[in-house]
């Protein structure tokens, strides 16, 4: 009981802390300039990987099947967004549309992916999955009549805000310039990213949820009290490539651009996973624990630590090794490795009982 | 552009369509080489191993560094094939069995999700040894073999050395295999293994001395590939591996996974696709093309073309 | 009709701001750091012509001692590529860009390598109204109208100002031009293939569109997998075609070697010509030197090394001050490119003379009869080089050897 107490103080703690973070005036300039790095641009990037963790979670966390193309569909809701948005195309319309077609866009595709693959299971599942992510880029790249191919589509323009918020907003000091405040799509991906993850908290605790969990656990017997399996799978796949969709639009709405089709392949289904796997798989926070160490790598910290080593001079020749961006490849698959062998349940397990109820 | 992309009526347009099988089938039998191992460690202890193909591609930087001290030191490029060919085999077979004790071993009983989750991992890995072996860019493998074409020019046909060296090491090592499984005594405890691990276990067979077997010869194939591929192919880089490792494992599901003809029998027929499809509808399609092959399978017909219907497993 | 009006008003759009901006007094700090950005591709095999491309920029600071009146230069070199790509890549592009436009000390952005990172960054650069000038980029959609989609430039200038400019001759010169040599070479029939990229693809197709003109037969143009590991069967396909010559639109980073490769190995006799994306010696090394001895020819915006030191002026004095520095003349090509650059960047600010990005962007604009390394050259209204030398070379011993001065027909 205490332990769960603690949990969630400390998961509050760190909502407040992420909440205000940009607001204490100068905390954000100060640690930039201790790093020697512009670092407010990666949040919202790291929150969109939270929200695309999350979706990969509802996959491989609640129902146990393992998605290898979640990428795929972060690359449909990116290039959806693009095409409904760019000056290429009559559609210019406003975010929040966009934001639900490529949502719907992305869950479509998810459905429709699932239904032959119903049948599979274990491993090959896994394979189809790859192999339609594989196939989603060769398309977005191959096909640039409509998306652009490597050439992207570019620039989307950032969301109108409307005016009721801007007082507000503009009290909190911030700027309504969305290209000169970093806040404004930190609080724009945070807001979805706990958007995400309070619906995701309900749903666990839904009799869809649990129903997910009791297929997970043994499908035989899941089928046997009455469960629909095909069903049940069906959801969470298109779920899953809904929320990706979703995170993609966001993305290429961050960005400004689509970036390049192959962005959305499998290396990057692989990172989310290894997320996943790093923080707890099924359990919502410590995915995003994950997602915060993975993508801080990434983003965050190996940035910051080579540019430090170029100021001082540290790197004269420009040696690969002694870049920490070249080290991540190994870091995260020490990671898997480790993980799997010594605490296969990751850094926060999930906890049992929570999602069946609130006994525990 | 699109309307110059179409298909190509030369004169001699059977010539060219054997051109192309020809170019197909040297292919395939090289992914043969990778999909042995992946078929064979399937069948025992049913993992796929995404480190496969990583492996492969160290391999072939195993195989490029030799080659270059040996060239230095003797000049000769046979000399140098030859110890490619001895050593590379030995260092990828080494180094797959090493992986298996300190990786795969202990999770044999865990969720099928642990191993194929590591082999991820290991695969991750050895894509970092290659970045730092070879560097991002992709790397040239010098051409030992003369590029000749064997068959007369004016027949407008083209087998060149290349091709013929293909051939001449892949043939022999897989009718090797196929009877060291079929007829020795180890051959016989992996195929008892394969079936029923812990029966074959109970009639005296040491299943961990079998697995480490099959991931030193699994190893030892692809290090024979990773010297043909290079010899070949003539151009290495540390992201090949994802994606030979992808169209070897297409081509054992194809075939059946866990069949050895079977695997041979798939790697062909993706070769001669992705060849075919290049040739004649287009490029830039021919890998998605491989991929949709491999879904339908899946989903038609998981067990591959050679493969028996066995009871799954649970 | 609609087409003309459209590209007369975007340039009145240009030419007004500009003119009413010579009046402007821009105010700002007359002293202080201001912050030089370059971005390019430093991983890959791009690295070799992009260190060149830095040395330049580096050499041309040092000369000035790292500062413009009471500023102090300062120079961060930023990584546009990423090991994963092997090649630019958009999401770090975009973070680059991002950067600098936070970066209230961030005057210039020196960059891109590849057009098709320009395209990421010049929208975010623009509306920042940072000074951006590019050493490499080539690919005319940028800057000029009627070459790419009907909304470009524009589409790369939100703000309506022009702040983008190279010192690089384009691809409307240097596409032309190769299919000039080609023919001049007694070719009688060209396959034409590119990367499908905005530089490989944008020159293919110009090189095409000249051939046709000249009645050079074009046997076919096909985009290639760049994911590809090999194109034996497409080199067969083109070897029943019995080209004269094989034209590639594209870079060293898209498999320009590896299709040489094949060339060979299908048996194809005719030669290759590639524009100075391969101009590297990385593409020599990933193809082999044997495979392009004496069958790959290469176009370039502007004079090698070599036949620069030899011309004499700014130019030697550049690759001697070069060769003092670094020990060897500039292996690459591109390296003056980058010294111009930071020439280019260095006047603006002096002429500024303040620590105004606008001020700074203005003052690049009006740069007339420019002194530099290259000769003497000014902007157009494009924010593009006046500047129009091309020249060939050819691959003969594992090095890349002039071959001529191309001359542009217009």
């Known amino acids: 009981m205490s332990s769960g107490v603690l949990r969630k103080l400390a998961g509050l703690l760190v909502l407040a802390l992420v909440i205000t973070y940009p607001l204490i005036p100068g905390l954000n300039d100060k640690i930039e300039s201790m790093l020697g790095k512009k670092i407010g641009d990666s949040f919202p990037t790291i929150f969109i990987y939270g ?35 760019v000056g290429q195309y009559p559609f210019q319309f406003g975010f929040l549309p966009v934001l639900v077609v490529s949502t719907m866009a992305a869950a479509l595709l998810g459905g429709i992916l699932c239904v032959p693959t119903l049948r599979l299971r274990g491993d090959y599942l896994a394979l189809v999955t790859l192999g339609f992510g594989l196939i989603t880029v060769t398309a977005l790249r191959n096909l640039q009549e409509i ?8 620039p989307i323009p950032p969301p109108k805000i409307p005016e009721i918020l801007r007082c507000p907003l503009e009290s909190l000091g911030l700027t309504m310039s969305w290209t000169e405040d970093y806040r404004l799509f930190y609080y724009l991906t945070l807001g979805y990213l706990l958007l995400v993850f309070v619906f995701l908290r309900n749903l666990e605790h839904s009799r869809l949820g649990r129903a997910w969990v009791a297929l997970r656990e043994d499908e035989l017997a899941a089928t046997c009290m009455g469960l629909n399996a095909a069903r049940l799978k069906l959801l969470a796949f298109t779920l899953a490539a809904g929320l990706a969709g979703m995170a993609g639009s966001l993305y290429a709405t961050k960005m400004t651009n689509t970036t390049e089709p192959t962005r959305f392949d499998f290396q990057l289904s692989c990172t989310i996973l290894s997320c996943l796997i790093l923080g707890g798989l099924g359990n919502r926070t410590g995915v995003l624990l994950g997602v915060f160490l993975v993508a801080g790598y990434d983003f965050l910290f190996a940035p910051a630590a080579d540019a430090w080593l170029q100021r001082n001079d540290m790197n004269p020749n420009d040696k690969g ?31 049992r009982g929570t999602t069946t109820g609130k006994g525990a | 552009m699109t309307g110059l992309t179409g298909l190509v009526f030369a004169s001699a347009d059977t010539q060219f369509f054997i051109n192309i099988c020809i170019t197909g089938l040297t292919t395939g039998f090289l992914y043969a080489l990778i999909a042995l191992g992946y078929t064979m460690v399937y069948g025992i202890v049913e993992l796929i191993n995404f480190a496969h193909g990583d492996l492969f591609m160290l391999g072939c930087f195993f195989a490029l560094t030799l080659g270059g001290a040996v060239m230095a030191l003797t000049g000769s490029p046979m000399a140098t094939i030859a110890l490619m060919l001895l050593a590379t085999p030995v260092f990828c077979a080494f180094l797959n069995m090493l992986v298996d004790l300190t990786v795969y071993k202990a999770l044999r009983t865990a969720p099928k999700l642990a191993p194929l989750v590591s082999a991820i991992g290991v695969s991750f890995v050895f894509m970092n040894i290659g970045l730092f072996w070879g560097g991002s860019q992709d790397v040239n493998f010098p051409g030992l073999i003369e590029e000749r074409n064997l068959l007369a020019e004016d027949s407008g046909l083209q087998f060149t050395t290349t091709d013929l060296l293909v051939i001449l090491v892949t043939a022999p090592v897989m009718i ?84 050895i ?35 339908t399978i899946l989903v038609f017909r998981p067990t591959g073309l050679l493969g028996a219907r066995t009871r799954e497993k649970v | 009709m609609n087409r003309l009006i459209l590209a007369a008003l975007a340039v009145a759009g240009l030419i007004l701001p500009a003119v009413r901006a010579e009046d402007k007094k821009f105010e700002g700090p007359t002293s202080g750091t201001i912050k030089i950005v370059s971005s390019l591709p430093r991983t890959g095999s791009a690295k070799g012509q992009t260190d060149t491309i830095v040395n330049g920029i580096k050499l041309a600071l040092e000369e000035e001692g790292n500062k413009v009146g009471d500023f102090k230069i300062v120079y961060e070199d930023l990584d546009d590529a990423t090991a994963a790509a092997g090649q630019w890549d958009a999401q770090k592009e975009t973070s680059n860009a991002n950067q600098a436009r936070d970066d209230a000390d961030v005057m210039v952005y020196i960059g891109t390598y590849n057009s098709g990172a320009a395209k990421i960054s010049m929208p975010i650069l623009n509306k920042a109204g940072i000074l951006m000038v590019s050493p490499a980029n080539t690919s005319p959609s940028l800057t000029k109208p009627n070459f790419g989609e009907k909304d470009e430039p524009t589409r790369y200038r939100p703000s309506g100002k022009v702040n983008y400019f190279r010192v690089v001759p384009t691809d409307d010169v240097q596409g032309p031009v190769a299919a000039h040599w080609a023919k001049s070479m007694k070719i009688k029939s060209v396959y034409v293939l590119d990367d499908n990229e905005v530089y490989g693809k944008g020159i293919a197709d110009l090189f095409r569109g000249e051939c046709e003109g000249l009645k050079l037969k074009v ?20 070897k029943a075609l019995k080209p004269g010559l094989i034209y590639f639109g594209g870079t060293t980073q898209t498999k320009a070697g590896q299709l040489a490769k094949d060339m060979v190995a299908a048996g194809i006799t005719a030669p290759l010509m590639v524009p100075d994306g391969c101009y590297e010696q990385s593409m020599i090394e990933s193809a082999g030197a044997d495979v392009l001895n004496g069958r790959c020819y290469v176009t370039f915006g502007g004079l090698p090394p070599t036949e620069l030191a030899k011309k004499g002026g700014k130019g030697k004095a550049f690759v001697d001050a070069y060769e003092k520095k670094f020990g060897k003349i500039p292996d690459e090509a591109y390296a003056v490119y980058g010294y111009e650059c930071a020439k280019v960047a260095l006047e603006a600010i002096r002429k500024a003379g303040v620590k105004n990005r606008e001020a700074i962007v203005a003052a690049a604009g009006k740069l007339k009869k420019f002194e530099g390394a290259l000769g003497t050259w000014s902007f157009d209204v494009n924010g593009d080089t006046d500047l129009k030398m091309m020249s060939g070379s050819k691959v003969v011993d594992g090095k890349f050897v002039f071959e001529k001065i191309l001359e542009i027909k217009d």
């Open chain 1, 147 to 154: 998306t652009g191919g490597m050439q992207t589509l570019n």
């Open chain 2, 176 to 259: 090797g295999l196929t009877i060291f499984v079929k007829s020795t005594s180890l051959g016989k405890a992996m195929r008892a293994t394969a079936q029923n691990p812990v029966a074959a276990q109970l009639m005296g067979i040491n299943v961990n001395r079998v697995i480490a077997a099959t991931f030193l010869i699994g190893g030892a194939l692809a290090g024979i590939a990773s010297v043909i591929y290079g010899l070949k192919i003539k151009t290495i880089g540390y992201q090949m591996g994802f994606q030979n490792g992808l169209y070897a494992f297409t081509a054992a599901v194809l075939g059946g996974i866990g069949n």
């Open chain 2, 261 to 295: 003809p079977g695997a041979v029998l798939g790697a062909i027929v993706i070769g001669m696709v992705y060849s075919l499809a290049s040739a004649y509808i287009d490029a830039r399609w021919a890998t998605a093309m491989v991929f949709v092959i491999l879904i």
């Open chain 1, 51 to 85: 929200i695309l963790a999350l979706a990969l979670n509802v996959v491989v966390g609640y129902t146990g099947l393992l998605h290898l193309g979640i990428a795929a569909f972060f690359g449909i809701g990116a290039f959806t967004t693009g095409i409904l948005t």
């Open chain 1, 321 to 351: 090794y002694l870049k920490f961006s070249m080290w991540n490849l190994m870091i995260f698959g020490l990671a898997l490795v480790l993980m799997m062998r010594f605490r296969s349940s990751g850094l926060l397990p999930k906890r």
């Open chain 3, 219 to 238: 046997l076919g143009q096909e985009s290639i997998d760049v994911k590809a590991q090999e194109f034996k069967a497409l080199m067969q396909k083109i």
